[in-house]
């Protein structure tokens, strides 16, 4: 019975309601034509029999019209017109079986006689229905059944979309960031043996992280932070100590999910525009703090600020805030969108999250497609 668990339920509900329709119809016929017509007991068991060759037939039915729906609408419209006269004389027959055949009249004079008998009686035009109607239930599940595919198609269209323009964000990031961390390094090789190799190794933990952020969606706050901080130990080897990097963390928050080097591209533009050009540097700050399940990011310097000949303003500042910001709406909505402050005493960028409603939209996600 494989073959009838795989039929999708929407079908076996229309199927069931039709024949439960139709025994009600043939119920009522039999009970009125046995009290007031004919007081005969086989007029109870003919309309048994024949409800039991129409449920059968609506089951053929619908395998007809499922058929016929894979050619042209006109073969379609034949093909009916052709299904309502075989079913026609089908139930026609069988009609003839229960009510005259076994009663003696077996001749094929008799046959035609109560066919043309049906045709010109409301028989004809039950029969005609029932075949209609079926068919009519057919096609309207069928549309709504296609509409639903069609939504199912744009929301795993959307979906790809999502996840392609994510991709390419974070292909975009993830070189830009390598390349100036290479650039950062690139004095210090034939300096100083060790420190290269420290700063090899620390540069091999960057470019792990940087590349391991392509296999998944989202990884634990404790691991941006890791990142953050080796990329820190880089730059410090630049920057000597002009460079002081402070973070502020509820331990609460380290096991939150978010998209990969989200925090990188923020911390770049603060070494860049805020501390570098300054000549005594400065500091800078990473805190994440909770409230409920809002998490609150926020980083910032004490540099240049506003003083800066490049303001960042979340538009003139490079590619990667401008797709820092779009990964953060892509992932948690507009709500989340990065705001960044500019004044004399420095940069603040910050943007918040709900944790919550990520870890629903996740699952949410993952049914989705499953279902699809």
């Not at 639903?148 to 960031?177: D, T, V, W, Y």
């Not at 973070?247 to 990969?260: G, H």
């Amino acid at each position: 019975m494989k073959w009838f668990e795989s039929i999708p339920r929407i079908w076996k509900r229309a199927y069931l309601l039709i024949c439960i329709w139709y025994a009600l119809n043939f119920t009522v016929s039999a009970v009125v034509e046995f009290k007031f017509v004919n007081p005969e007991y086989y007029v109870l068991w003919t309309a048994f029999f024949l409800f039991e060759s129409l449920c059968v037939f609506i089951l053929l039915i619908f395998l007809w019209a499922h058929w016929l729906f894979n050619f042209r609408p006109v073969f379609q419209i034949v093909g009916h017109v052709a299904g309502i006269i075989v079913f026609f004389l089908v139930m026609g027959t069988l009609s003839y079986y229960f009510r005259d055949y076994l009663e003696g009249f077996t001749y094929f004079e008799h046959w035609t006689e109560y066919m043309i008998g049906m045709v010109s009686s409301w028989d004809a035009l039950r029969i005609h229905d029932q075949y209609i109607i079926t068919v009519g239930v057919y096609y309207v599940i069928r549309y709504f059944h296609g509409l639903q595919g069609q939504e199912r198609e744009k929301s795993e269209l959307a979906i790809r979309n999502k996840e392609m323009q994510i991709s390419l964000l974070k292909s975009q990031i993830n070189p830009h960031f390598l390349f100036n961390t290479l650039n950062s390094i690139s004095t210090l090789v034939n300096s100083s043996k060790d420190q290269a190799r420290k700063v090899i190794t620390q540069l091999s933990d960057v470019f792990r992280y940087a590349l391991d952020s392509h296999n998944g969606e989202m990884v634990k706050l404790i691991y941006e932070i890791q990142f953050i901080e080796n990329y820190i130990r880089i730059q410090q080897v630049r920057f000597g100590d002009r460079l002081k990097f402070e973070k502020v963390i509820d331990p609460t928050c380290l096991s939150i999910d978010i998209p990969p080097m989200i925090l990188q591209p923020l911390v770049e533009n603060a070494v860049k525009y805020g501390i570098g050009p300054k000549e005594d540097g400065g500091t800078i700050s990473l805190t994440v703090r909770r409230s409920g399940s809002i998490i609150y990011f926020e980083v910032k310097d004490d540099g240049l600020g506003s003083n800066a000949k490049k303001v960042m303003d979340g538009s003139s500042s490079g590619v990667g805030m401008i797709n820092t910001d779009l990964r953060l709406k892509s992932y948690f909505g507009p709500q989340s969108q990065l705001r960044v402050r500019s004044t004399e005493l420095g940069y603040s960028v910050s943007f918040f999250i709900d944790a919550k409603k990520e870890q629903n939209k996740i699952v949410s996600e993952i049914y989705e497609k499953q279902i699809l």
